[in-house]
């Protein structure tokens, strides 16, 4: 299994930020199947501020370029991610159409 760590921001705005949230708490079936279904086993997002930091656990087979293949075939994916885009904002290094972007690990302690 692998783990890969995103980030992007939202929009600095605090009515935005909690309707995001409240989205959140309440993700909609059709989203957490499509996850499920492009191999992603696990999934925690965080915030600071605007600030979010997602985690991912996927499977072996996974690859981003086939689950945006997917998403860009489901249309209840892209009202999803159509209304999302009202409270997200492209980081500023953020390549063009990146919207989440790829961390890259620095630190790791195990004992």
């Known amino acids: ?3 890969y760590c995103l980030t992007l921001d939202l929009k600095n705005d605090a009515k935005a ?3 995001y949230d409240e989205y959140h708490r309440n993700v ?3 989203i957490q199947k ?3 279904d492009s ?3 696990s999934m925690q997002i965080y915030r600071a501020a605007n600030r979010l930091f997602m985690i991912i656990e996927v499977s072996d087979d996974f690859s981003f370029e086939r689950k945006a293949k997917m998403d860009n075939a489901n249309p209840k994916v892209q009202e999803w991610e159509t209304l999302m885009s009202n409270y997200q904002q492209r980081l ?3 390549k063009p159409g990146e919207k989440w972007v790829v961390m ?3 630190f790791q302690y195990n004992k």
Do not use: Q, Y
Request: charged share 30%; no cysteine.
């Open 1 to 3: 299994m692998k783990r």
């Open 17 to 19: 930020i909690e309707a």
């Open 28 to 30: 909609w079936p059709e």
């Open 34 to 36: 499509s996850l499920g």
């Open 39 to 41: 191999g992603i086993a």
């Open 92 to 94: 500023p290094f953020a």
């Open 104 to 106: 890259e690990k620095v």
